[in-house]
């Protein structure tokens, strides 16, 4: 069956530094990935998508992903993070399976310290 | 181009009545998925259609249902409503049928009482 894990529930970093979310997936096929962030009390705003291709992927708001096969890993990265940057933020996998379904992981929280 | 829309976004239900919520996907797009989404248990994957088809269900127990209609247009109807019920229930939607990127709405906020 697919999953999504993000080990870190939270993450803490000071403004301007750089973010690693880390995620992992395990899915059979050639996986679709995806990064979302909720702000509060907002619905899920796409970051990035990888579906086929180059495996460095850029999203908007300055982030990047990179795809490793072989870790079965899809980490979010920024090089400097901003205050508004404090969310919450999902890995998912799009599986096709009979009809298609996106599994999100369980969420990483950012907290930004001035 | 609009983005998804749904409705009610708050409402507060009584154990044991029932609640359906809208969703209308963005334009053109015609599969639509449900989410509910609650602090312990993250995003739960409940249900895709499309085409006026379910073609993909999540693990939750009967009293969760959902149809599509002609114009795409989602709904979803909670019967005998349990307090773990509340949660904000998200609705997305993407071009299909072949795999793609779901784009989400806003969310129902619902609290059972």
């Known amino acids: 069956a697919q999953s999504v894990t993000q080990p870190d529930i939270h993450i803490t970093v000071s403004e301007g530094a750089s973010l690693e979310l880390r995620c992992n997936y395990s899915y059979g096929a050639t996986p679709y990935l995806f990064w979302y962030v909720q702000s509060p009390g907002q619905g899920l705003q796409l970051l990035l998508k990888y579906f086929s291709g180059d495996t460095l992927v850029q999203g908007i708001k300055g982030f990047e992903a990179e795809f490793k096969r072989s870790q079965s890993s899809f980490n979010l990265r920024k090089p400097s993070v901003h205050w508004s940057d404090a969310a919450e933020y999902f890995c998912a996998v799009g599986a096709a399976t009979g009809g298609f379904k996106t599994i999100f992981g369980a969420g990483t929280r950012l907290f930004v310290k001035a | 181009k609009a983005g998804v829309t749904q409705t009610p976004r708050y409402l507060i239900k009584t154990r044991g009545q029932q609640v359906t919520l809208s969703c209308s996907p963005i334009s053109g797009h015609r599969s639509v998925s449900w989410y509910q989404q609650t602090p312990g248990q993250g995003l739960q994957f409940l249900f895709e259609?499309?085409?006026?088809?379910?073609?993909n269900k999540g693990n939750f127990p009967g009293r969760f249902s959902g149809r599509q209609f002609s114009n795409s247009r989602s709904e979803m109807n909670v019967s005998t409503l349990e307090l773990g019920d509340s949660a904000l229930y998200l609705c997305?939607?993407?071009?299909?049928?072949?795999?793609?990127?779901?784009?989400f709405g806003e969310g129902s906020w619902l609290t059972v009482v």
């Open positions: 997305a939607s993407s071009a299909g049928p072949s795999p793609d990127t779901i784009y």
């Open positions: 259609y499309f085409s006026e088809t379910q073609r």
